[in-house]
């Protein structure tokens, strides 16, 4: 009896224990990589030119257009139906053009930022396993209101020790989150709380070993 009720009493630690769980903030580890700076400047510049390309062909379709308002009127009907086919043609390998540049630019993007994003992920697999957690949660996709800083830990710092160092960072509680008040008599109640259950659980271990 005095063994079942000692373990009843560990049960909710060792529940706390297993459902323990990382929060960071995905993109703001990205972008203090070392490499992302470089790896932002290299799209930008790629963006820079594809839209420069754009908007050259855009003006090239409007002076076909132009040209062909102007003078449809004074075509013979074979030229005029020749200059609308050209037009149309221009107009189709126009879009076709845009699609292939947007999907050219995903492609870059991949290409250039996949690199940093393996990087991160291998970061925050080692952190968890390191700590272990069960699982981390990028809080800026979920937009999570509150975080029970019991359960929660902000893994931010261990991550980008990690990624700088190599060297698998133990995650240090910081308490409640910033954006959480602290009641200081709810702290109070839960020390008291907490004190009140280890006195238990080692009076039960000492009647249990007598």
Not at 110 to 131: E, K, T, W
């Amino acid at each position: 009896m005095r063994k079942l009720l000692l373990i009843l009493m560990l049960l909710p630690l060792v529940s706390t224990a297993q459902n323990t769980f990382g929060y960071f903030n995905y993109s703001q580890v990205l972008q203090q990589l070392p490499q992302y700076a470089q790896a932002q400047a290299d799209y930008n510049d790629l963006l820079a030119r594809c839209e420069s390309e754009i908007k050259r062909n855009e003006q090239e379709l409007t002076r076909s257009y132009v040209a062909f308002l102007n003078g449809q009127y004074d075509f013979p009907e074979p030229i005029l139906r020749k200059r609308q086919k050209e037009l149309q043609d221009l107009v189709d390998r126009s879009i076709v053009f845009r699609e292939q540049v947007k999907d050219w630019l995903v492609q870059a993007h991949d290409s250039l930022f996949y690199p940093l994003h393996a990087v991160v992920d291998s970061a925050v697999a080692a952190v968890c396993m390191r700590n272990n957690l069960a699982y981390a949660i990028d809080t800026e996709q979920a937009g999570y209101k509150f975080i029970n800083p019991a359960i929660g830990f902000d893994i931010t710092d261990a991550l980008l020790v990690t990624i700088l160092t190599g060297e698998t960072q133990v995650v240090v509680a910081t308490g409640t989150p910033k954006n959480v008040p602290v009641n200081e008599e709810d702290e109070d109640s839960q020390s008291e709380g907490e004190a009140a259950q280890d006195a238990a659980v080692e009076a039960t271990s000492d009647e249990a070993e007598q």
